[in-house]
């Protein structure tokens, strides 16, 4: 905050996806200013001859740029598979918009401004349903689905088994596979505990293949924890599978 005064600059960057709880607080602050302070800080300090209002906003009290701004700033800083990330749960969040975030990059690109191509890049191959993805985990599936060359999934798609109705957080109906995931939310109870076996067992006598999958599985080995998958999607969907590309 110190250096936001003594710049009369905003948090921008690390520090605003920080803000955002996009990523973790950085070790220098960050922050975009109008000018460059005459004494030496102990910060990350860019400057521009104009930060527009729909650029800027607060966050308990500290100013920082909007979600949009701070989103095309960090495509140019970061490594693109974490940026990726860092992307689609700012989509799933609802805190930024597709079709916005696509216009203001395309206003202010230029080409040193490299993260407005990276963004539109990245916007033009994101799913929907990314969108309507409850978790970033999701979004990461719905990321493989494409490189696999796969039928879109539904997301929360609704089916009854065992005479009541299911939703199955990813899914081909046509194939009859589904993909839970596993290890988000607790199961603080017996009963969701034994509720979550006897709605597995309704779906494997419906003749659905599930798979469990997990924050880890997708994280150390995400082409590895998908290839079943999508040899399973692409053989009972009479889909081909292309070679992932990661």
Same mark, same amino acid.
């Given at each position: 905050?110190?250096?936001?005064?003594?710049?009369?600059?905003?948090?921008?960057?690390?520090?605003?996806?920080?803000?955002?709880?996009?990523?973790?607080?950085?070790?220098?602050?960050?922050?975009?200013?109008?000018?460059?302070?005459?004494?030496?800080?102990?910060?990350?300090?860019?400057?521009?001859?104009?930060?527009?209002?729909?650029?800027?906003?607060?966050?308990?009290?500290?100013?920082?740029?909007?979600?949009?701004?701070?989103?095309?700033?960090?495509?140019?800083?970061?490594?693109?598979?974490?940026?990726?990330? $860092?992307?689609?749960?700012?989509? &799933? %969040?609802? @805190?930024?918009? !597709?079709? #916005?975030? +696509?216009?203001? /990059?395309? =206003?202010?690109?230029?080409?040193?401004?490299?993260?407005?191509?990276?963004?539109?890049?990245?916007?033009?191959?994101?799913?929907?349903?990314?969108?309507?993805?409850?978790?970033?985990?999701?979004?990461?599936?719905?990321?493989?689905?494409?490189?696999?060359?796969?039928?879109?999934?539904?997301?929360?798609?609704? $089916?009854?088994?065992?005479?009541? &109705? %299911?939703? @199955?957080?990813? !899914?081909? #109906?046509? +194939?009859?596979? /589904?993909? =839970?995931?596993?290890?988000?939310?607790?199961?603080?109870?017996?009963?969701?505990?034994?509720?979550?076996?006897?709605?597995?067992?309704?779906?494997?006598?419906?003749?659905?293949?599930?798979?469990?999958?997990?924050?880890?599985?997708?994280?150390?080995?995400?082409?590895?924890?998908?290839?079943?998958?999508?040899?399973?999607?692409?053989?009972?969907?009479?889909?081909?599978?292309?070679? !992932?590309?990661?």
């Amino acid at each position: 905050m110190a250096t936001i005064l003594v710049t009369n600059g905003v948090a921008a960057g690390r520090s605003a996806g920080a803000l955002f709880q996009l990523l973790e607080s950085p070790a220098l602050p960050e922050v975009i200013a109008p000018r460059r302070p005459r004494q030496r800080l102990s910060a990350i300090v860019h400057t521009t001859a104009e930060l527009l209002a729909g650029d800027r906003t607060l966050i308990d009290g500290i100013p920082t740029t909007s979600p949009i701004r701070t989103l095309i700033d960090l495509g140019g800083q970061l490594p693109r598979p974490l940026f990726e990330d $860092v992307l689609d749960t700012a989509i &799933v %969040r609802g @805190l930024v918009r !597709a079709d #916005p975030l +696509a216009a203001r /990059a395309r =206003e202010l690109w230029a080409p040193r401004r490299k993260g407005c191509a990276v963004v539109l890049d990245l916007l033009e191959q994101r799913h929907p349903d990314v969108a309507r993805a409850a978790n970033i985990w999701e979004a990461k599936v719905v990321r493989l689905v494409r490189q696999f060359g796969l039928p879109d999934p539904q997301i929360n798609h609704r $089916v009854r088994v065992g005479g009541r &109705v %299911r939703y @199955l957080d990813l !899914a081909w #109906p046509e +194939a009859k596979v /589904a993909i =839970e995931f596993d290890g988000f939310v607790p199961h603080s109870t017996r009963r969701v505990f034994d509720d979550d076996r006897v709605r597995q067992n309704d779906l494997v006598d419906d003749d659905w293949s599930v798979f469990r999958v997990t924050k880890t599985m997708l994280d150390t080995d995400p082409v590895g924890t998908f290839r079943p998958i999508a040899a399973k999607v692409a053989r009972d969907s009479r889909h081909p599978v292309k070679s !992932a590309q990661v």
